[in-house]
């Protein structure tokens, strides 16, 4: 079974572990988690998935006052737990607290090689509306992806 919670302290290590595996191009540090969960919850929101007691992926989103977009900031699942819906279930999450914080759209960078997580953003109403060339590194570009809150 799958459940989901709020991070705590005692969980970046294993974040910061997880992120060279998932993310080895451009991974965030022990330090860079500690930053963003100073800002849960007034400007952050994160959520880890756990089976078996064992974390298997984690997001989050960033909402620097209402009336402006949301900055989603990761979205990562280990690949033996992928799809089965965790991701998805992310998105309904950060979506749903962006929105309550009064966020106007929603905003995030996917490597462009990624074709399942593509898939699922347009899926759920996001849409390319630019690249960043080696945004995860040399030869590693990213399509901006948006979705607007009507």
């Known amino acids: 079974m799958i459940t989901y919670r ?3 302290a005692l969980d970046i290590p ?6 060279k595996q998932l993310f080895p191009y451009s991974p965030w540090n022990t330090a860079q988690f500690k ?3 100073a800002g849960i919850p007034t400007t952050r929101y994160m959520s880890v998935a756990e089976a078996d007691n064992k974390i298997i992926g984690y997001c989050g989103v960033f909402v620097p006052a209402p009336g ?3 900055d989603i ?3 990562a699942v280990l690949p033996e737990y992928r799809r089965q819906g965790i991701a ?3 998105m309904r999450q950060i979506e749903e607290w962006s929105k309550e914080r009064g966020a106007s759209a929603m905003m995030l960078e996917v490597e462009q090689t990624n074709e399942s997580a593509i ?3 347009k899926s759920l109403g996001y849409m390319k509306i630019s690249v960043r060339m080696d945004y995860y590194g040399p030869g590693k570009d990213a399509f901006v992806m948006r979705k607007d809150f009507a």
């Open 6 to 8: 709020q991070p705590i």
């Open 14 to 19: 294993v974040l910061a572990s997880y992120e």
């Open 35 to 37: 930053e963003e969960f």
């Open 68 to 70: 402006v977009e949301a």
């Open 73 to 75: 900031l990761t979205v």
């Open 88 to 90: 998805k279930e992310f």
């Open 119 to 121: 898939e699922l953003y």
